[in-house]
């Protein structure tokens, strides 16, 4: 476990868990998001496939995301290791939800100096709309890329519920 990519549905708590992979195996852990919003408005960085090839060109790390469709694959073809947190909606929603309303009531800086509104809760942008909406789809994807001979080489770990992931995180060195 070496290039670590955890996936999952928004909400599936995948930066919680690569940032406690990354500091217990010692991989430099990288936040996709932060990656990919880089300034106000959320902006979308221009250079995003540049950026991802300078740090996946390390030979050891950890990435919290499938991958933004323009390096989605890039980082499959470089992963040794997927971790899959494949929870369902009962599970993420929850989370999503009390994320979502404590990075708006505490006006938290995100991604590029950005912050969750009230008013971005009528988007369909928005992480709660968002993680409801593209939960099937990122699902179906998910299983798709695990199951493509492409990517025949990747380790996959596959945890449904969080205190699964829980005990294998404990179990780690």
């Known amino acids: ?3 670590v990519l955890v996936v999952g549905a928004t909400g599936a708590g995948k930066s919680t ?12 852990y990288h936040e996709m ?14 250079r995003l496939t540049d950026d991802v090839l300078r740090l996946t060109s390390a030979p050891r790390w950890i990435i919290d995301s499938i991958g933004a469709p323009e390096v989605r694959d890039l980082l499959w073809e470089l992963a040794d290791t997927v971790i899959w947190l494949d929870y369902t909606k009962r599970v993420i929603m929850p989370r999503v939800l009390r994320r979502s309303i404590r990075r708006t009531v505490t006006r938290e800086s995100v991604f590029g100096g950005n912050r969750e509104t009230w008013a ?3 988007s369909r942008e928005h992480p709660a709309w968002w ?3 593209q939960h099937a789809g990122r699902r179906a994807e998910i299983e798709r ?3 493509d001979p492409r ?17 294998w995180f404990a179990s780690l060195g």
């Open 145 to 147: 890329r695990t199951n």
């Open 17 to 28: 868990l690569a940032r406690g992979v990354g500091e217990r195996l010692e991989l430099p």
């Open 1 to 3: 476990m070496e290039r």
């Open 120 to 122: 971005g809760w009528l």
């Open 151 to 167: 990517f025949a080489p990747l380790s996959t770990l596959r945890f449904v519920r969080p205190r699964d992931t829980a005990a």
């Open 33 to 46: 998001d932060a990656l990919y919003f880089t300034g106000p408005g959320w902006a979308v960085n221009e």
């Open 131 to 133: 993680a409801w909406s």
